[in-house]
């Protein structure tokens, strides 16, 4: 079982920056494709970010593109969504998934069929 939990969430004003990290741990031992989706009051979650297990392809949702940057620490399963110029679009809450059993991606690994673990989640709110 692998757990994971995310943590940064917070109130901020619209221009701000924000960043959010999450760490997996657990069984089985490797290390993992790892993705941020997020899901705003009244609508379906959405895909935003991806990063590939060696963090040498990365996958950004296009409403976010120039204004989020995901990473990873190389050694270990952590990643950061690090969140400039944030709009009240912004406004959800955000989830990380982990990729434990999926296939190779072909393109933005946007279902969630694709993640396997997830965590709790944590509220970004963007005020105007």
Same mark, same amino acid.
């Given at each position: 079982?692998?757990?994971? /939990?995310?943590?940064?969430? %917070?109130?901020?004003?619209? %221009?701000?920056? #924000?960043? #959010?990290? &999450?760490?997996?741990?657990?069984?089985?031992?490797?290390?993992?494709?790892?993705?941020?989706?997020?899901?705003?009051?009244?609508?379906?979650? /959405?895909?935003?970010?991806?990063?590939?297990?060696?963090?040498?392809?990365?996958?950004?949702?296009?409403?976010?593109?120039?204004?989020?940057?995901?990473?990873?620490? %190389?050694?270990?399963?952590? @990643?950061? #969504?690090?969140?400039?110029? #944030?709009?009240? /679009?912004?406004?959800?809450?955000?989830? &990380?998934?982990?990729?434990?059993?999926?296939?190779?991606?072909?393109?933005?690994?946007? =279902? /969630?069929?694709?993640?396997?673990?997830?965590?709790?989640?944590?509220?970004?709110? @963007? =005020? =105007?």
């Amino acid at each position: 079982q692998v757990q994971v /939990e995310e943590t940064g969430g %917070g109130l901020v004003q619209a %221009g701000d920056s #924000l960043r #959010l990290s &999450c760490a997996a741990s657990g069984r089985p031992g490797g290390i993992f494709p790892m993705g941020w989706f997020r899901q705003a009051p009244g609508k379906v979650r /959405e895909f935003v970010a991806a990063i590939s297990w060696n963090g040498d392809t990365t996958y950004l949702v296009d409403s976010v593109k120039g204004r989020f940057t995901i990473s990873r620490d %190389g050694t270990k399963n952590t @990643v950061s #969504l690090q969140m400039n110029n #944030l709009k009240p /679009e912004d406004t959800a809450v955000y989830y &990380c998934a982990v990729g434990v059993y999926g296939p190779a991606w072909s393109g933005a690994p946007s =279902s /969630e069929r694709l993640w396997d673990y997830w965590g709790q989640g944590t509220q970004v709110t @963007v =005020s =105007s």
